[in-house]
């Protein structure tokens, strides 16, 4: 039916596979063989046509193109001058007709990607803000209260306890709503949580401030597991590693204004009612910047662009609701044994980091007394020099793809800071200790956004906001578990002994990390499909 198709000729004939199955010697119009093989012409103004309504087609060249068809519907389509192209395979654990169906999709960056990552790091920073706020003025807090410094401790732990029972309904409702639902939430709760702590400026009402910080913590779980999922909607596959680097980076910007800005807004004062004055001051702040930003989510953060941004996003979304399942793609995870040690190692290396942060004042404060304020801005160095790291080791991914080599070079300078910044916190010279804690937030924090790329591509094509969930449960179990010993060892060994008893876990990361396999199923799914 239809107009008399072109013969091929001779040489172009010759250049044509052929089907699996088996064709006879005719080429061009031949009839199929064993398998089901047969040629298939598409013109270019009906190609995409046909793709629309659900046929194994191919991109269309100029000129036409003939396409091999098995009994599969996969196969090579070959055009009118020659060539020969192979057709997308898919992904694992996608069935052909999706992958044909995202081949057609139209792949196109969103302008509005910019802005959606940067609202999104900028109410992240304001989380992470209020997990430290207590933490870098420690003894101020413990006075004012009239409370332990262990209590104060549990101000910052809460934000790990709350993450672990509440990660996977979140990680549900991310799969099940969208990522518009859990921004709106996370945002919303984040100032509420604001707003309460203004109720505790009275050394009696510490549990108040305690429901405050409670509320706040339900807030990081609606973000600390975003990056990598916001990464992947939106943005391309050259440029994905870097916006999860800008993604985390937001919250360890609102880290490092956490070690800097509390101990200059809040001194160390013996009058009560100044106290409470200079502390509302902090709290007022906080709480106006937090509901601007959920304002901000409620205009501009949109659930997803309108054309994917990528080959494996394209792959994603073609896949139909019905096809979805939550608790299976959390057990193909946990069957994962490469995603299991990374979530191990992960564990490790930010449950450090979260003691390293939590118990800081504490240190500093024992060899450098009065030193309130330089004990913030060591905070803030190893921060600062994190986001820099984080920055560069994203922008490093996506030119090299090197992810097993990347973090296993991070964890082990990550160990070795550590090692230099034990070493160095009690020889009585500041300075020294601002050069070594810069060196380890530069490789400890900066594995950060590694951690949650590697798990993306190891774990393609579940969803990144429930394996960057995981890791953070890791990261949590080990933070609160590494806070409450470190601390307990400090007490009675002192610091030197609760640091060392931090770089045997990073070691035994390290050790782990070497086992990993680099395992690159998105990466694979893009070039398969480019």
Request: net charge positive; proline share 5%; with cysteine.
């Amino acid at each position: 039916r239809g107009p008399r198709r072109p013969a091929l000729t001779r040489r172009a004939h010759a250049r044509l596979p052929r089907p699996r199955g088996g064709a006879g010697r005719g080429g061009g119009r031949g009839a199929p063989g064993r398998a089901g093989g047969r040629w298939r012409r598409h013109r270019p103004a009906r190609c995409s046509q046909s793709a629309q309504r659900g046929r194994p087609g191919g991109v269309s060249r100029p000129g036409g193109c003939w396409r091999v068809a098995g009994p599969s519907g996969a196969g090579r389509a070959a055009c009118a001058g020659g060539m020969v192209q192979q057709e997308p395979a898919g992904a694992p654990g996608l069935a052909e007709g999706e992958a044909a169906a995202a081949t057609a999709a139209e792949v196109r960056l969103s302008r509005r990607r910019w802005a959606v990552v940067l609202l999104f790091s900028s109410y992240s920073l304001c989380n992470a803000f209020q997990w430290i706020q207590y933490g870098s003025v420690n003894n101020v807090f413990t006075r004012f209260y009239g409370v332990s410094a262990f209590a104060i401790d549990w101000l910052s732990m809460c934000y790990m306890l709350a993450y672990i029972p509440l990660l996977f309904p979140v990680a549900w409702l991310l799969d099940k709503r969208g990522l518009r639902l859990i921004a709106l939430a996370g945002s919303a709760l984040n100032a509420l949580g604001a707003w309460v702590k203004l109720g505790s400026l009275k050394p009696q009402l510490f549990p108040v401030t305690v429901l405050g910080q409670v509320i706040c913590s339900m807030a990081q779980v609606f973000i600390l597991g975003m990056p990598s999922h916001i990464a992947s909607v939106w943005f391309g596959s050259h440029e994905v590693s870097t916006a999860c680097s800008i993604a985390v980076f937001g919250n360890q910007l609102g880290i490092a204004l956490g070690f800097l800005v509390p101990p200059v807004l809040v001194p160390n004062l013996e009058d009560v009612e100044k106290l409470a004055y200079h502390i509302s001051i902090m709290f007022f702040m906080t709480a106006g910047v937090a509901t601007a930003l959920f304002i901000l989510v409620v205009i501009v953060f949109k659930e997803k662009p309108l054309h994917p941004p990528s080959r494996a996003q394209a792959l994603i979304q073609s896949r139909t609701t019905e096809e979805y399942s939550y608790v299976q793609s959390i057990l193909h995870l946990l069957r994962n044994a490469n995603f299991l040690l990374l979530m191990v190692t992960y564990g490790l290396n930010v449950g450090c980091f979260y003691a390293l942060s939590t118990l800081l004042n504490r240190m500093v404060i024992r060899h450098y007394p009065g030193e309130e304020v330089n004990a913030g801005r060591i905070g803030l160095t190893i921060i600062l020099s994190g986001m820099v790291g984080a920055l560069i080791s994203g922008i490093w991914l996506d030119r090299t793809k090197t992810y097993k080599q990347t973090t296993l070079v991070v964890y082990i300078m990550a160990l070795v800071g550590m090692i230099a910044y034990t070493f160095t916190l009690s020889l009585g010279h500041l300075w020294v200790v601002f050069v070594t804690a810069g060196m380890l937030g530069f490789f400890m924090t900066g594995y950060l956004p590694l951690g949650f790329e590697f798990a993306a591509e190891l774990t393609y094509p579940e969803s990144e906001g429930t394996s960057s969930g995981l890791l953070n449960v890791s990261a949590q179990i080990f933070g609160i578990a590494f806070t409450i010993s470190q601390g307990q060892i400090m007490d009675r060994f002192g610091t030197k002994a609760g640091n060392l008893f931090l770089c045997s876990f990073l070691f035994l990361g390290t050790i782990m990390t070497a086992f990993i396999k680099a395992d690159l199923r998105r990466q694979q799914a893009n070039l398969d499909n480019e």
